[in-house]
């Protein structure tokens, strides 16, 4: 049975018609997407270059914990312990120094990328899910501090501290032994564990999505608390220094977080039970 011809032409039309509506917003979309990965480029550049001027400094900053921790074994031990660091390369420093400005740029410019992927995703979402998005937007920032902090101020300087007490010094029976670190060691350790600590304190804030979401919820959290305690600690030896303290700084954190993941998906899914009461 053959069609009219003009019902195959309409139908043609039709077909056609909606391609070009399917295209543009699929257009709008990806231009909306180049223009925000634009100005997220253009934000990290920009601290790059603040960051590269300042890289001295701000490496200076980050061996505070090693001083620190000097200063305390010369206290303990009676003998003065002068920090210090080399570099067996021509130029092992220079790269270095890009290296901490490439890490301080995207910190730094974190709040900018942030904003990008809210700015992108945000007219997909209804009023109120915008409003529910932007705590977390806020959190998440929030905790990374927290977790960098924590490597600064505590988890730095004990480990420092007991690298240095494996010094040796020389008498007439034995030789001397002198921590003498790289300085791309000692940036590598130092952001391996700020990064390990500042995305492990955003536990709560995935967790919290999720379960806004519907994909985990607080007693399927609690049922895995067994499996999340393995995972935790077997993260937390990756990532750390060979030494139990440090998986133990590490490891009771993340703890305490999941935690506080397991309340807030409870108090999310007691606030979804109440909204769903109040529409019945």
């Not at 705590?135 to 690298?163: D, H, I, K």
């Not at 995305?199 to 607080?218: D, E, I, K, T, Y």
């Amino acid at each position: 049975m053959t069609q009219h011809p003009e019902l195959e032409s309409n139908k043609t039309d039709d077909g056609e018609d909606e391609v070009e509506a399917s295209r543009a917003p699929l257009m709008e979309h990806l231009l909306e997407l180049r223009t925000r990965i634009i100005w997220t480029l253009i934000a990290v550049a920009v601290a790059f270059g603040v960051c590269f001027a300042f890289a001295l400094p701000i490496y200076d900053l980050l061996l505070r914990p090693f001083t620190q921790a000097a200063e305390l074994v010369s206290k303990q031990t009676g003998e003065t312990i002068i920090p210090q660091l080399i570099f067996t390369g021509p130029m092992e420093f220079f790269f270095v120094k890009v290296k901490l400005a490439l890490f301080g740029a995207i910190i730094i410019a974190f709040p900018v990328i942030a904003f990008q992927i809210y700015r992108f995703v945000a007219p997909g979402l209804y009023r109120n899910e915008r409003g529910a998005f932007l705590p977390f937007m806020l959190a998440s920032p929030a905790l990374f501090a927290v977790g960098a902090s924590f490597v600064y101020f505590v988890m730095m300087p004990m480990v420092m501290r007991f690298a240095l007490m494996q010094e040796q010094a020389p008498d007439s029976e034995t030789i001397a032994i002198q921590l003498l670190p790289r300085v791309s060691e000692y940036l590598s350790l130092t952001t391996t564990l700020i990064l390990a600590f500042g995305f492990s304190f955003q536990l709560p804030v995935v967790l919290s999505l999720m379960g806004r979401a519907g994909l985990v919820s607080a007693s399927s959290l609690r049922k895995g608390r067994k499996f999340a305690v393995v995972g935790i600690l077997a993260f937390a030896a990756f990532f750390t220094p060979p030494d139990v303290i440090s998986q133990i700084l590490l490891g009771i954190p993340v703890l305490l977080l999941y935690e506080i993941s397991i309340f807030s998906v409870a108090l999310i899914e007691r606030k979804h039970k109440e909204d769903d009461e109040a529409d019945d």
